[in-house]
Each structure stands twice: as C-alpha cells, then as structure tokens.
C-alpha cells in the first residue's frame, strides 16, 4: 500500500472527504451504531471481535450478530423508557457482553458510560450520581461494589447478580433482534467520559457523535490500520484509548477487535500475539516497558507478524523505541491526546512525515491544529517551551465542548490549554518535557520529569522510575528520583551514586536527581500512569 506525503495530505484534507465514508454527516446526525456495526454487517461472516475469555473458551463474533445483540438490548432500553441522552453504564470485564452493551446502548440513542472495573463504590457512586446514570451493568466478580452505592440505578446483572436485578440473558431472550437505529446530533454525546485528574473529582467529558471522524483519521492514518490488519489495542476500554480505540476506531475502519480478557503479563501478551497472528498493535509506554523488562521470556530469534506498533500515554523512551524494533520487528510510534479531546498530534504510520524524532509526540494529526504557547499565550517558535494548545478555529476536527458540568475553564480565546509542557522543533512537531504542574524549578532551571524518567530507563538496573521536585532550602527544589530496579539488581548506595552519575553525564549537569530512593513499585492510575502528585506529596513530607 502506498503511503502519502502527510504535509500534502494535511493541506488537503477536509471533514467533507471524510464524511463520504461514513453514513451520517454532521448537518443529519450519526448513529454510531449504525457506523461501527451495521454497514459490516451485510457480510454475514465478517468477524468484529474475537474474545479470549479466563474461564470461558474463546469465541468469535460476526458483525451480523452483534448487529442482532445490539437490537435486543436496545429494544430492552427502550422497555425501560431509557433513551437519547441517557447514561448506561457497564462494570464489566473485556467480554462480548460489554461490546454487546456499548453498540446497543448507542443503538438507542443513549450515552455509554464506562465504569473500569477496578474502580471502588465510591468512584462508582461519584460518577452514576453526576451523569444520572439510568442503569448500571455487573458481572458477579464486580457486583458486590454495588451494594455500597448510594442512589444505586437498576442493575442488569450478566451472571447471577443479587435479588432485585434484571438477568442479562433473562431480558436479552425476551426481545427483537429488530431496532432502527436513533440519529443523534453531530453535537450530541455519544460517550460519557470522566477525567482521571491530579487533585480534586474527576471531570465529566462528555463526547459527541461527529468525535468518530477524528476517530476515523487517527486510526486510518497515526495507527496505520489497514483493511488486511489484525488489529489489537491491549487497552482496557475502562478508559478513553481502550473505548476510542480498541472499541469505536477499528469497527468504524471495520476491523475486527480483540478482547483479551486475562491480566496484562509478558506472558499473555506473547500468546496473544502468537495465536491471533497480530500485525498491528497498540499499548500504553507501561506495556513496552514490561515487556522490555522481562526480555528473557521471549526467545532469541523468535518473530511475530507485526508489522505496526504504537503507543500513547506517555512519552517513549528511545532505548524502549530500539527494543520494540529489535525483539518485536516492528516500528512503534508515539501518539498524543487526551480524554478530552481525543489524539490530536502523531508520529503518523501511514503519512510520510518529514521527520521522525525519537521521543517525538510528532505532528499535529490531520483535521487539528496543535500549536505551542507562551506565558502570554503566544505561539513559540522553534527550541523554545510551552504549553501544548490545540487552535480550536482551525481545527475542524476537535470536538471537545467543555466539561460536562463546567468544573472548569480549559479555554484561552481560540485555544483549548491541555496543560501540558513541550519543546517546539520549528518545523510543526513537539517533544513532551512534562505536565504544567509536575515541571521542576531547581536552581533557576526548568526540569521536565520525562527527561530524567527516560534517561534513568536507560541504565540496565532500572525497570521504571518516578521523578519530581524536593523542596530545598537553596535550590528552591531539588530532583528526586523514584527508582524499581529489576530484580537481579541490589538496592545499593553504589547503585544510587551509579544512577546519579549515569543521568548527569546522559543528560545535563543541572538534571540529575541529587537524591534516589529505591521502591517497590510506584503509585498509578488504574491505567497505568504514575501519579507524579503523590510522589511530590511524599517528597514534600520528607522535606
């Protein structure tokens, strides 16, 4: 397949190119059901999602019975007066079950509502009270949460759940494989997100409809997802990249999708990776690293049929970059977004850049703008830092409307802030150095704490690292560094001082952490960021 310049691609492209290749367009509506589900499903042995269970076998599912599974549980919603606008929630494992909610759900005109099946009661709670969530869906190993949530909607249970539940199986039997899809506005929510943030409640996010043609363009494109590829995303669809874009992206492009329902191991992976003959994939910088890490479980010389890779989340560090290409076979690509707004700017597979920068978040995605801001909110220029900014006016394909509830202002005039820090090369591309709030100030020098992070996974010791500011007396603060070394290694001072050394020739003599605390893991989100705030937070105690 031939691949086009993407500079050329990005001048030409409009939204109207790409509305051709969907049903809906953004003056009638969408059904993203209709869009992700139905127009595969003439083809009555097309596969939209293969499934490898724990303690069931794996299955495959045609495109054609999802189709029929999304109208009954659609007409079901409908039986309970649930419709456009309202909030379903599922607290469910990667299963067919779940796919089978979220395209009936969209069916119907509702909003889906994901719940990440390690969330509490609480989290729970916060979330289905905010959104008003109208029902709630469980599995018997996440049911039990639910009984300590206040204001709890009707829970369909998919096992055999508590007294007073509908049974899945019970009300899915009882109804007609027939439902016509309901349109939405292009502005209308399809998708009912919430934020991950670093202090106070999570945001609600709530996505509209016409957020699938960026969808289209990044998996089309950044992912470089091909009509032939075996596409998995080892993302868990608790959460955006694995809702967008293991779930919503490759059914739009109509690529089947994978399910593995089993933990994330090294181990797993491979099996996957081998069974199902993936040529395309996509995981957090987490995953690469872990693999990185337990290098001996792959045999030397052994191949897959990988033939594309990608991460996002965090910035790769390039020794990761190198392994992947080495051990794997395949080139990874860093990708950038946000719950938000989605990927906004890309090392794009399937447009020939000009550049690809090792670390490099890349260019702006095709449909965006992405610009670089100073303090006042002017556009740097090349070698210079700020804060990443999508321009809103020429970004047709940015859908973010504000937070659900206004729990905040992400607005400048025609910018969207995302609040977090890069370096401008000049030529349209950006590096991440760090979030606005995690940047440090030592001595008078900005630090960002991805420089320091990747420098120390360099070091063969190190298997992941945690950086942040210390407060201090005469430096203002100082670089403290969060090490989990690999299991062969000892926690020595002679480490430490090795470490120190190793960042402070690899990066600069005003970068390295002048302390090292050696740890058994670090604190993270259940998606597999680490919580730089509660490192500062324990760093400040210690000061």
């Not at 001595?443 to 704490?449: H, I, K, N, T, W």
Request: glycine share 10%; hydrophobic share 35%.
């Amino acid at each position: 397949m031939s691949i086009m310049d993407y500079q050329s691609f990005y001048d030409e492209f409009t939204p109207e190119k790409l509305e051709a290749q969907l049903i809906g367009d953004r003056q009638s509506g969408f059904n993203v059901c209709e869009e992700i589900c139905d127009r595969w499903a003439t083809d009555p042995a097309k596969v939209g999602l293969f499934y490898e269970g724990v303690e069931r076998e794996a299955s495959q599912h045609t495109f054609a019975e999802l189709k029929e599974q999304s109208a009954r549980f659609a007409n079901f919603l409908k039986s309970q007066g649930i419709g456009k606008g309202d909030r379903v929630a599922a607290l469910l494992p990667r299963t067919p079950e779940l796919l089978v909610v979220i395209l009936g759900t969209l069916r119907a005109g509702a909003v889906y509502q994901p719940l990440f099946t390690a969330f509490g009661p609480g989290a729970i709670e916060y979330r289905v009270e905010k959104a008003q969530t109208k029902l709630v869906l469980s599995d018997d190993a996440n049911r039990s949460k639910l009984d300590d949530v206040n204001g709890c909607p009707p829970i369909v249970a998919v096992g055999k759940g508590a007294e007073g539940d509908f049974k899945f199986d019970e009300v899915m039997a009882e109804q007609s494989t027939e439902f016509e899809p309901v349109k939405v506005g292009a502005d209308d929510p399809f998708l009912q997100m919430f934020t991950s943030g670093t202090v106070g409640k999570s945001k609600g996010v709530a996505v509209p409809a016409r957020a699938i043609m960026s969808f289209y363009v990044y998996m089309r494109y950044a992912i470089g997802l091909r009509p032939d590829d075996v596409y998995w995303n080892v993302a868990d669809p608790g959460w955006a990249y694995g809702l967008y874009y293991a779930v919503v992206g490759p059914l739009l492009l109509g690529n089947a999708t994978h399910f593995n329902e089993n933990g994330f191991t090294t181990e797993s992976t491979y099996d996957m990776l081998r069974k199902y003959g993936i040529t395309n994939l996509a995981a957090a910088p987490t995953a690469y690293r872990m693999l990185m890490a337990n290098d001996e479980v792959l045999a030397e010389g052994e191949s897959f049929n990988l033939r594309a890779a990608s991460s996002a989340g965090e910035p790769l560090n390039p020794e990761v970059i190198s392994w992947v290409k080495r051990r794997l076979g395949c080139d990874v690509m860093d990708h950038y977004g946000q719950t938000e707004t989605g990927m906004t700017c890309c090392n794009h597979h399937d447009l020939e850049q000009s550049i690809v920068r090792v670390g490099s978040m890349g260019f702006s995605m095709p449909g965006h703008r992405v610009v670089a801001l100073d303090g006042n909110f002017e556009e740097i220029t090349e070698g210079e830092v700020g804060q990443l900014a999508v321009d809103v006016e020429n970004s047709p394909l940015f859908f973010f409307q504000g937070y659900t509830w206004d729990e905040k202002d992400p607005f400048k005039g025609k910018y969207y802030l995302t609040g977090d820090v890069v370096i401008s090369h000049g030529d349209g591309s950006y590096s991440f150095t760090g979030r606005d709030d995690d940047i440090i100030t030592t001595a008078g020098y900005r630090v960002g704490p991805a420089d320091v992070e990747s420098t120390l996974l360099e070091h063969d010791a190190v298997a992941e690292s945690g950086v942040v500011g210390k407060p201090d007396a005469s430096r203002g603060a100082i670089i403290k560094a969060y090490v989990v070394i690999k299991p062969q290694w000892d926690p020595t001072d002679e480490l430490a001082d090795e470490l120190k050394q190793h960042v402070r020739s690899r990066l600069s003599t005003h970068a390295f952490p002048r302390e090292i605390e050696f740890v058994q893991e670090l604190p993270k989100t259940p998606s597999g960021k680490i919580q730089r705030f509660m490192l500062r937070n324990q760093a400040r105690d210690e000061a």
